[in-house]
């Protein structure tokens, strides 16, 4: 079951275990790649790798599969933000208050990217 396979990898992530996290992920690829949140974990997997590239390409993966989770748009969001396209933070901004307009801090992010793209350097809250 997916929600198991993300707890186990999870686990070992918390762990500091990444080898064994991405080992389980390659393992059971065949039968959760349809799951977004296999993705999610692969998205964890990279944050902690520093992998921000990946990262992202594996949150727009989940999306590609349920594009009405707030999770992975934060996230989404907050990748976009760190590498400078503070548009694309802005526009994953925009769609997670969309879908939730009381996510906490989601209307903060989502001006912090807008002033952002529009040249205010005030640093992130």
Known sequence: HPSLLSWLVRHH???????EAERLLERH????????VYWDDWTTLHILR????EAEAACL???DLDPSRIGPWQILGLLRGARGDWAGAEQAFT???????H????RERLEDARARREGDARPLP
Do not use: C, M, N, V
């Open 29 to 36: 690829k065949a039968f959760y790649a349809a799951h977004p």
């Open 95 to 101: 769609t997670l208050l969309q879908i939730d307009p």
């Open 13 to 19: 992530l918390g762990e500091g275990r990444t080898k």
């Open 61 to 63: 993966r989940s999306l």
């Open 50 to 53: 520093g992998q921000g590239e």
């Open 103 to 106: 996510f906490p801090r989601g």
